[in-house]
């Protein structure tokens, strides 16, 4: 990446990563961006603990917030995917997600 960039500047890229990436290695973020990370894909899911466990995503919804943290400070852009509908989701679980992305928009 770093070499990439050094040789072709204007290079951009995107990259998929874990929520537990993004906040093990946090501190590699600022640097991604300065090499041209516009964004990044992560697996969110639900905003369900008890959903996240039973898909064993080996996050919590503490751990996306702080995740959106530490990548909105570094200038990335999440891109998270949600799985809203599995059989442990609840009508409340489902009107949660959407007022969780309303508020973290």
Not at 8 to 29: I, N
Request: hydrophobic letters at 50%; charged letters at 20%; proline letters at 6%.
């Amino acid at each position: 990446m770093r070499q990439l960039h050094a040789e072709f500047p204007f290079v951009t890229f995107d990259f998929t990563t874990k929520v537990e990436h993004v906040l093990e290695h946090a501190a590699l973020m600022p640097e991604l961006a300065a090499c041209g990370a516009t964004f990044a894909v992560s697996a969110f899911e639900a905003t369900s603990n008890l959903v996240l466990q039973r898909l064993h995503k080996g996050h919590t919804v503490a751990d996306m917030e702080a995740a959106l943290k530490v990548l909105r400070q570094a200038g990335i852009a999440p891109q998270p995917t949600w799985m809203p509908f599995t059989p442990w989701t609840s009508l409340e679980d489902y009107l949660d997600l959407l007022l969780w992305i309303a508020r973290k928009r």
